[in-house]
């Protein structure tokens, strides 16, 4: 077969085999692509930028190095806009955790493996755990360190994709983890790597319940809770042991459980003293007094949680799902001031939280926080009598691409209940209302399998 024609920025073969490279394309951090495509590749922006649909000052803007001073670089969160750069960079969709592209299909050379464990992401699908595989080839054990290693760090590059990841993507390479660590567990070990894989099993069960839990996948969800609890328990790890009271905790929340959501949050804080992971216990403890009305337990909640995470030092990866950064604070008061009713308060929090949550150009590092934001935006319109800005509001946030299911719905509902009793007789309130019973069933029929 012939290969496929380039594009004016298809990446060289040298470019695309470095480690650097296929990590930034595994974190789908599509700037440091670029940055790296022009510094080894010689791949001007202007060439990027007509292979790829945007403007040159966008791509440069892209690249900035995040050291500059100049905050956080935009991000490409879209599926479709990470379609078009993987295809005008000539990107092997496997790469970027995607299925071959069809120009794949006609090329007859193919690309390297690297050796380096931390690009262990950037295999995706099931040669996510591939490298580990290789790893533990190379001694007599049936397990080794620089397998575990690897391992760990695809675990942890999993969990800082999680907040804009496509959760479907997400899903398939949770599950290709799970099944690498637990066929692991079979060969010969010692009691220490035992307990490490347990501990990896554990935190992927976590992660996979988020993702399922997103999906509409609710009982799905509830096996891979029970099964982390299960591993907490049996490797001594509180702090699994709190996630996994933590993810009852939002089931319960957003099945509006109020008992068995507070039964969570104490039994998550029994488990784990000293993590930030109480942190998000003490805000769903607020989120549900709000719900219930009560605004001291709300307040009370409140600061505790601050003061939990005022004592933890900065993180360094703060989209990382397991780590609470400062910044999530404003999203925690906002969904507690709007059930309260300070519209004022909430408005300013969601205006706070979608500033956080979006970069210079637009694009959203955080698409799920800034749909919820949105959202409260829109009944603090609602109650001030904006119809138009509340129902705009609402549609964006349905529209996101990324998105939690239940998360959303709990506070569309709150919307569509306000604009009904406000405005019964409007075409927009009836048109947002069956936008809500179309995601409302869609939700209700996706359970998928494991």
Sequence with gaps: MTEAAPTPAALPPNVLERADVRSAIAHHDFGEVFRLARLHGKVSYAKIAEAVGYKREHIGKMARPETSGKGVRPRITQHRKILEVVDGLRIPGHLAGLAPRPWELERTAPISVPEDPSTLLAQGGAGLW?????????????????????????????????????????????????????????????????????????????????????????????????????????????????????IEAWFALTQCRWQDMHDAVEAGHVADQTHSVGVQLYAHKARAAARMGDARLVRDSLDAGRARLDRLPRPDHPEHHFIIDPDKWDFYEMD???????????????????????????????????????LTLGLSAARTGDIEEAVDMGGMALSADRKSLPSLLLIAHELDRELRCRYPREAASREFHERILALTRGAAVSERPF
């Design 336 to 374: 507690a001031y709007r059930l309260l009713g300070d519209d004022e308060r909430a408005a300013a929090h969601a205006r706070s939280v979608i500033r956080i949550s979006t970069g210079p150009d637009g694009t959203e590092t955080s698409p799920m926080r800034a749909a919820e934001a949105r």
């Design 130 to 246: 591939d490298v580990a595989e290789l790893l533990r080839r190379t001694e007599m054990s049936s397990i080794n360190s620089a397998a575990l290693e690897s391992i760990e760090q695809g675990i942890d590059q999993l969990a800082r994709a999680y907040p804009y990841a496509d959760a479907d993507h997400l899903h398939q390479r949770t599950r290709n983890g799970l099944q690498y660590v637990t066929k692991q567990l079979e060969g010969r070990m010692t009691l220490r790597q035992h307990r490490d894989l347990l501990v990896d099993a554990g935190w992927l069960f976590l992660l996979n319940a988020y993702v399922q839990y997103d999906r509409g996948q609710r009982e799905a969800a509830n096996l891979s809770k029970a099964a982390a609890l299960r591993i907490g328990e049996e490797a001594g790890h509180g702090e699994i042991k709190a996630w996994a009271w933590e």
